[in-house]
């Protein structure tokens, strides 16, 4: 994860497309920061810099509530 701004700013979330990729293609959001924002970018589970997962767990209904509660986390 990386974050770019002030954390009393509005909050940012750069979601990459996945699972597979990383966020770095979307670093250049990163000027947000100057324009008032509190900008993080975030690899999803498994994919990036983050712990390796097995890939049944993006398959089935409960996949995208993961994902969502991940963000919450």
């Known amino acids: 994860m990386e974050t770019f701004g002030k954390a ?4 940012l979330v750069l979601i990459h ?3 597979g990729g990383d966020y770095r293609s979307l670093l ?3 000027v947000f920061a100057s324009k008032g924002y509190h900008v993080i970018f ?3 589970r498994g994919t ?3 712990q390796r997962v097995d890939r ?3 398959a089935g209904a409960d996949a995208i509530q993961l994902m969502i509660d991940d963000l919450g986390n």
């Open 8 to 11: 009393t700013d509005p909050l």
């Open 17 to 19: 497309g996945g699972p």
């Open 28 to 30: 250049q959001a990163k």
């Open 42 to 44: 975030y690899d999803q």
């Open 48 to 50: 990036g810099l983050s």
């Open 56 to 58: 049944s767990v993006f």
